[in-house]
């Protein structure tokens, strides 16, 4: 019994991990101590030194403390959450809707877009969820929108900025698997399109079948004059897209790193809100107080699932995965990833993303280097890498809307109106997540739609 416990004890922490996360306990605490507790118990059994403890402080300080990358973090929190305090994503989104009135579901398309410019400036899904449910989820129901497609639109367009970037998530990735987060945010862009892509045909045909799923929008809402429809464009569309472009151009064109494109990003809110005569004292400190406890929270689980991952590479966890997958027949590279994907999918209904890709990706990511992929997507080591982390990154949207723990759905519950239940959430979710794993299929039998833009940049030399 003694030994079985010894050679399965990286196992027998994954699944104690588990247990408490289901708790509910903070999953920062679980993270850091589980890692501590089983150090202790290798302590005990001979398999972990107590030297090896003082190996854990060094680690995080190099690995997280002092990462200039992860510095990009905090500046996206802010950019993001100044765009949502200000008022300015509420503006970008009654432009849409003028725009598209005459398109059927044209304020469901509005939402998708206004999520996808909101990704492409912010990056922060929980802030983006609960800004278009407030803003959006209102005037869907009084147009008379079906319960399921608003608030299965809202939840899957909210989501976009775990994928397009400037995705923190992205960052984090690059972070662990080595790779430059400009490539990886040239790879995700083609990727991310390509879902909104999706869903917006998938409402455009739902409308055109259903027309009283998706009402339009009355033709005398909007502006009245040429003069005000320009004005409205010019105040409430370029500002945000200007500020996409400064962000995402900057990295994509090589003028400035992630981290300083984040600082840009920043700034740029602030000048924004202060154009629109929205920025004061008063809401600069809650924007600021916002920000730090959201930045807080990320990274006291950064340095929770430091301790757990060195923990349990160190008690034999990449050695046991490797002998699980060789007793289950799974040794080629396409039998590890495809398990792989299968597993990043269901541990979506019970962990949040940042859980998921701290703990697997360092598990996995060296075991799928030593099987090649040269046949399929070249013999570069940062291609495949930057391949396997937008396939990740695509698979873990799926995180946010699966139940019972889908984040999204948590989000949306608390700011719904007495009338939307939590049936009508998980309906309205269940085509939008065929979707995205419709958009993964895609990515993992063409790796040209991710590869391509960076490719044609440079940025995998």
């Known amino acids: 019994m003694t030994d079985f416990i010894i050679d399965h004890l990286s196992l027998i922490m994954f699944f104690v991990l588990a247990f408490i996360l289901f708790c509910g306990y903070p999953v920062a605490f679980v993270l850091g101590g589980v890692g501590l507790g089983f150090g202790v118990v290798g302590m005990y059994f001979d398999?972990?030194?107590?030297?090896q403890f003082f190996n854990i402080l060094p680690r995080i300080f190099g690995s997280v403390?002092?990462?200039?990358?992860?510095?990009a973090v905090p500046m996206f929190i802010f950019m993001g959450t100044m765009l949502e305090r200000t008022g300015v994503a509420d503006d970008l989104l009654h432009c849409l809707q003028v725009l598209l009135r005459r398109v059927p579901?044209?304020?469901?398309?509005?939402?998708?877009?206004?999520?996808?410019?909101?990704?492409?400036?912010?990056?922060?899904?929980?802030?983006s969820v609960v800004m278009l449910t407030l803003i959006a989820l209102p005037a869907m129901m009084a147009r008379g929108y079906n319960k399921e497609l608003a608030v299965g639109t809202i939840a899957s367009a909210g989501t976009l900025g775990i994928l397009i970037p400037?995705?923190?998530?992205?960052?984090?990735?690059?972070?662990?698997?080595?790779?430059?987060?400009?490539?990886?945010?040239?790879?995700?862009?083609?990727?991310?399109?390509?879902?909104?892509?999706?869903?917006?045909v998938f409402i455009l045909i739902l409308s055109f079948l259903m027309p009283h799923f998706a009402p339009p929008l009355p033709a005398d809402i909007g502006p009245k004059t040429t003069g005000e429809f320009w004005a409205m464009i010019g105040?409430?569309?370029?500002?945000?897209?200007?500020?996409?472009?400064?962000?995402?151009?900057?990295?994509?064109?090589?003028?400035?790193?992630?981290?300083?494109?984040?600082?840009?990003?920043?700034?740029?809110?602030?000048?924004?809100?202060?154009?629109?005569?929205?920025?004061?004292?008063?809401?600069?400190?809650?924007?600021?107080?916002?920000?730090?406890?959201?930045?807080?929270?990320?990274?006291?689980?950064?340095?929770?699932?430091?301790?757990?991952?060195?923990?349990?590479?160190?008690?034999?966890?990449?050695?046991?995965?490797?002998?699980?997958?060789?007793?289950?027949?799974?040794?080629?590279?396409?039998?590890?990833?495809?398990?792989?994907?299968v597993l990043v999918f269901f541990l979506g209904?019970?962990?949040?993303?940042?859980?998921?890709?701290?703990?697997?990706?360092?598990?996995?990511?060296?075991?799928?280097?030593?099987?090649?992929?040269?046949?399929?997507?070249?013999?570069?080591?940062?291609?495949?890498?930057?391949?396997?982390a937008v396939l990740c990154a695509t698979n873990l949207q799926t995180a946010f809307l699966t139940p019972p723990f889908g984040f999204t759905l948590f989000y949306m519950k608390g700011t719904v109106p007495p009338g939307v239940t939590m049936a009508h959430i998980y309906r309205g979710i269940i085509p939008f997540v065929l979707l995205q794993l419709t958009g993964l299929a895609l990515v993992m039998i063409f790796p040209s739609v991710a590869l391509w833009l960076p490719r044609w940049m440079g940025v995998l030399d």
């Not at 940042?354 to 360092?362: G, N």
């Open 47 to 51: 398999v972990f030194n107590a030297v």
């Open 166 to 200: 400037p995705s923190i998530m992205l960052v984090i990735m690059g972070d662990l698997l080595q790779v430059p987060v400009g490539a990886l945010f040239a790879a995700s862009t083609l990727p991310g399109l390509s879902l909104s892509l999706l869903y917006i």
């Open 235 to 341: 105040k409430s569309f370029l500002p945000p897209t200007f500020l996409i472009f400064m962000v995402l151009g900057s990295i994509f064109f090589g003028f400035a790193t992630p981290t300083e494109a984040s600082g840009v990003g920043s700034l740029g809110a602030l000048i924004i809100a202060a154009a629109k005569r929205r920025l004061s004292l008063k809401s600069l400190q809650e924007v600021l107080e916002s920000a730090a406890l959201t930045n807080g929270m990320v990274f006291f689980i950064f340095f929770g699932a430091t301790v757990f991952s060195y923990v349990f590479r160190a008690l034999g966890g990449d050695h046991l995965v490797v002998e699980l997958l060789e007793r289950m027949g799974i040794n080629t590279g396409w039998e590890i990833l495809t398990f792989l994907m």
């Open 65 to 71: 403390a002092a990462n200039q990358v992860l510095v």
């Open 349 to 388: 209904f019970f962990f949040d993303w940042v859980e998921i890709c701290l703990i697997v990706l360092p598990i996995f990511a060296p075991i799928l280097q030593k099987v090649s992929f040269a046949d399929y997507i070249g013999s570069e080591k940062r291609a495949f890498l930057t391949w396997f």
């Open 105 to 127: 579901g044209g304020l469901a398309m509005s939402v998708t877009l206004m999520g996808t410019i909101m990704a492409a400036s912010t990056g922060i899904v929980g802030a």
